[in-house]
Every structure is written in structure tokens, then in C-alpha cells.
């Protein structure tokens, strides 16, 4: 009799197992790539940036870059088909590869020329590559349910009041963080590698893609983020600087960021504090704006 109960509890959990299994393959389709699933790591963050890129309808202006222009947030924008593909400690190369290499392309790119010195990220590349994106193969019913709460429980900000609060905030005198300590850390860190051939290499990519895109008829433009005065003058941006002006001598090609200087701050002399990112993202729309003033309507 204990061997019979056994062998029935076994079959029991088996159809059970079966019915789990083939349930989470019906809901696949459905919601096995609608759902993002939560990010809990860097890499998880800019997984579930470019599977919304290449499963979303493409947008009109994409930008691509490193942690400078991530801290450029798609909110700041008044622009409504506006996507931020700038990935924390990456290279812009990742993303504007990412973004030549699918069949339908935005009408303008923004690439960020402040950090050259970094690898592009091959494996992303290739997975990224013709809008493949990370498809799930089976329902993972925990963290899709995890999923599901944050997309219907903490929903985008309200435009209006987003808006709102944005202005509340360049109502307010710029920020007194002193960030002396990490602003000499990073100067060090900017004057003592060599930048050049890692920079010469990145540009060299980024020419034949953006000698692809035009040929494909989207509009390009190179940006330079301000950094601290300090910063400006280190070694590393002034090499980088000279190579990528080298490489894209045509100004045209190049969309000149000039918001005041007096009133941006950096947490650490790179990245900007929220204040003037924001104050950042509307002197590039500006200049966006004035480009399509000149070529008219």
C-alpha cells in the first residue's frame, strides 16, 4: 500500500509539473516579452533599456553614450518619441551599433563624444543585432508576476505634473554639494591613462556606422557634455577631443550644447547632478529645435 500511495503522489507531481510547464508555454506569447523583468544588477538595468528599444515602436530621436549622457533621463525631454540607449560604464559605440544594426531606424541620433576610451560591448552587439533582443524561451511565472506588479503598480510619471516638478526644481540656485574630494579623484584618474588608441579605434566605428546611418537616411549629430572646467582640461578629454574632431571634421555633423555654465553643478567634476541634467537635456533640445529651423519646415 505505501509503494502504491508513493507511485501516486509521484505521477500526482509529475501532471502537476507537466501542467505548470505547458501553462508557462501558452503564456509565453503573451507575456513572456510585454513583461520587463526587474533589474537587480547594472548589466540587468541596460538589458531591459535595449529590449524595450527593440520590442517598442521606433522612436524619433535616439541617444546613445556613455554614464555622462545616461544621467540625461527620457523624462527630461519634451520630446515624446525621445529613447536614452547611453548604458552606465559603456561605450557609445554599443549602442549606436545596436541601433545601425536593426531594419528600421529612428530619423536622429545623438551620439556623445565624451568617452571614447572604452571597448565596445561585442556580446551586446550581437545579441541586440537585428532587433533579436533577449526573447524569453519559457514563462518564468515568479519574476513575471514580479514584472507585472511594477508595470501596473509604479507606472510612468504623469507628463503634466512631471513637467511641473521639473520646473519647481530649475526654479531652485544650484547645488552647494562640495565635491572637491571625488572631483581631484577623477582628475587623476582622467590625467594618468592614455586614452589615444582605445579613442582612435572607437572612432574609426564610429564613422563607418555613421557613414551607414546617413546612407540610410537618418540625420546624425555628434554632442559634447559639459564636464567640470578641471575635467575639461584633463588629459583624457582633450586627446579624446582632438581625435574625434579629427575623425568628424565636418561641423555640421556636430550639435552644439551651450547651456550656462555658471548654473551647472557635477557630483563628482563628470556626471551631472540632477538640477543640470536637466537644465543640460532642454539646451539640447534648443539646439535640436534651431537645426530644424534652418533646414525649415
Not at 559605440?93 to 556623445?112: D, F
Not at 513637467?163 to 531652485?172: K, N, Y
Not at 590625467?191 to 564610429?206: C, E, K
Not at 536637466?278 to 533640445?285: D, K, N, Q
Request: proline share 7%; hydrophobic share 40%; with cysteine.
Amino acid at each position: 500500500m505505501q509503494q502504491v500511495s508513493t507511485l501516486s503522489w509521484l505521477v500526482r507531481c509529475a501532471v502537476a509539473a507537466v501542467a505548470l510547464l505547458l501553462a508557462c508555454s501558452l503564456a509565453t506569447p503573451r507575456y513572456g516579452s510585454g513583461l520587463q523583468q526587474p533589474a537587480v544588477t547594472t548589466r540587468d538595468g541596460t538589458l531591459v533599456t535595449l529590449n524595450r528599444y527593440v520590442q517598442e515602436p521606433t522612436p524619433d530621436i535616439v541617444l546613445v553614450g556613455s554614464s555622462v549622457t545616461w544621467r540625461l533621463k527620457e523624462e527630461y525631454f519634451s520630446l515624446p518619441r525621445l529613447r536614452n540607449l547611453a548604458l552606465a560604464g559603456g561605450s557609445p559605440v554599443t549602442g549606436l551599433a545596436i541601433v545601425a544594426g536593426q531594419a528600421r531606424l529612428p530619423k536622429t541620433v545623438l551620439i556623445e563624444t565624451n568617452v571614447l576610451s572604452r571597448e565596445a560591448d561585442g556580446a551586446l552587439i550581437e545579441k541586440f543585432s537585428q532587433g533579436a533582443g533577449a526573447e524569453a524561451l519559457l514563462l518564468r511565472p515568479v519574476r513575471t508576476a514580479i514584472a507585472a506588479y511594477e508595470t501596473w503598480n509604479h507606472a510612468g510619471p504623469d507628463a503634466a505634473r512631471s513637467r511641473a516638478e521639473q520646473d519647481r526644481l530649475l526654479s531652485r540656485p544650484p547645488g552647494t554639494f562640495d565635491n572637491k574630494v571625488y572631483l581631484d579623484r577623477a582628475l587623476q584618474q582622467m590625467n594618468d591613462g592614455d586614452p589615444t588608441a582605445p579613442a582612435r579605434a572607437n572612432a574609426v566605428r564610429m564613422r563607418q556606422l555613421v557613414d551607414e546611418l546617413q546612407r540610410r537616411g537618418v540625420r546624425v549629430f555628434l554632442i559634447h557634455i559639459p564636464f567640470a572646467p578641471e575635467i575639461e582640461g584633463s588629459r583624457m578629454v582633450r586627446t579624446t577631443g582632438e581625435i574625434v574632431h579629427e575623425a568628424f571634421p565636418d561641423r555640421s555633423l556636430w550639435l552644439p550644447v551651450d547651456p550656462p555654465g555658471s548654473e551647472l553643478r557635477w557630483d563628482d567634476g563628470v556626471h551631472l547632478d540632477e538640477r543640470s541634467s536637466l537644465i543640460v537635456a532642454r539646451a539640447i533640445e534648443s539646439a535640436l529645435a534651431g537645426r530644424r529651423d534652418a533646414r525649415g519646415p
